[in-house]
């Protein structure tokens, strides 16, 4: 094994450090992803992006520079093969040298586009796929010389490297003085411009109300889904600086099972109230939300259940709950491999620490 590490280790000093890296994501929380792992990531050269055009992406990529491609709905291919031209124009006129992305269809075009062109290319399936690769994952893995990554060493193997999930950094602990009424709440469906999530908003209708203070303010971002008929003042979207400090000063998150809207409340240190979509009600394409619900109510820093089944002790018990980051967790399985970032190698982990050289952003192969 140490011939082996010392192997790839003499390889891989020999590629230079890229020059230009192209970061690809669609917007929601893949896009949220990748802009933290961007900060983890060594030695990536000058950065742009591409992504879809929206308020959320506008807001999170404010001051950098950004390639905005069409919109792709959830597995649309005439849509994927069109934004394909787009990718292959974008990658060689920006001459990077790197193209990293954590999908989801928008991964396709761009990183077949990157390995046409001979560009060293990453994937990083997303926090979100606790149990398996997502459909883009599985597309991916099918261009030859793209490295896989996955945030869970469960179901890594030969061909995806695992590294450590974002949500390591967090634990619950009790409120010393838990709220019995909410004063301010957060209530967001995510970005999705295809599916709706009307379930979730009239459960709340019925339940909500029994946590709140007489003066208290709710924030409802919907997306798509249709509140047309309800008494209740709601926004399509809303910009991610006002969003992150809607959270920050909230005492209550309910929020689709998304990795970005968990992701914001657990910054905030609270505890959020997840309701998965579900698929055979039409409000996703697959049933992944309800695994990472799953996967971060097994570590206690969230509430999970559908949206049928929400009751007034769901949201007592989040209130009841505050979240701690831990920013070194994790380093501890990693301590064999930080010496080589020490030795000056470029190398990138799925949750800022050192990781298996095959997953290092050198030079072009």
């Known amino acids: 094994m140490e011939l082996w590490h010392g192997a790839i280790r003499r390889r891989w000093r020999r590629r230079p450090a890229p020059r230009r890296t192209l970061l690809v994501a669609s917007t929601g929380g893949h896009l949220e992803e990748l802009v933290r792992l961007r900060h983890h990531m060594a030695s990536l050269g000058a950065v742009e992006w591409a992504t879809f055009d929206d308020p959320q ?4 990529l404010a001051g950098e520079t950004v390639h905005h491609v069409r919109y792709i709905a959830p597995r649309d291919l005439a849509a994927t093969l069109s ?11 920006g001459r990077f ?4 992305s954590t999908g989801s269809a928008i991964a396709v075009p761009f990183l077949g586009a990157a390995r046409a062109l001979g560009r060293t290319s990453h994937y990083v399936e997303s926090a979100a796929r606790s149990q398996g690769p997502s459909v883009t994952g599985r597309i991916v893995s099918r261009i030859p010389g793209v490295r896989l990554h996955t945030q869970y060493s469960g179901w ?11 949500f390591d950094a967090y634990v619950a602990e009790d409120v010393s003085e838990p709220r019995s009424r909410a004063r301010r ?11 709706e999530f009307r379930s979730a ?7 909500l109300p029994e946590v709140l203070a007489p003066d208290a303010e709710v924030l409802w971002q919907v997306g798509c889904t249709d509140v047309s008929d309800l008494p209740i003042v709601a926004r399509s979207s809303v910009p991610a600086d006002e969003m992150r400090q809607a959270v920050e000063t909230a005492d209550l998150v309910i929020a689709h099972a998304g990795v970005g809207s968990a992701l914001s409340a657990l910054d905030a240190g609270l505890c959020p109230v997840l309701l998965p979509r579900r698929a055979a009600r039409g409000e996703h394409v697959d049933d992944h939300q309800l695994y990472i619900a799953q996967a971060l109510a097994d570590r206690s820093i969230a509430v999970s259940c559908g949206s049928e089944e929400l009751t007034v002790e769901h949201l007592s018990r989040a209130m009841r709950t505050a979240v701690r980051s831990r920013p070194q967790a994790g380093r501890e399985r990693a301590s064999t491999r930080a010496g080589r970032v020490a030795e000056g190698e470029d190398v990138v982990g799925p949750a800022g620490e050192a990781c298996d050289e095959n997953m290092g952003l050198g030079g072009v192969e």
Do not use: E, F
């Open 57 to 60: 992406s506008r807001s999170l």
């Open 83 to 93: 934004v394909g031209r787009d990718a292959l124009r974008i990658v060689r006129r």
């Open 97 to 100: 040298d790197l193209v990293v």
């Open 156 to 166: 890594s193997g030969r061909r995806w490297q695992p590294g450590v999930s974002l």
């Open 185 to 195: 709440v957060v209530v967001t469906l995510g970005t999705m411009r295809t599916y």
């Open 201 to 207: 908003v009239d459960a709340l209708l019925a339940t």
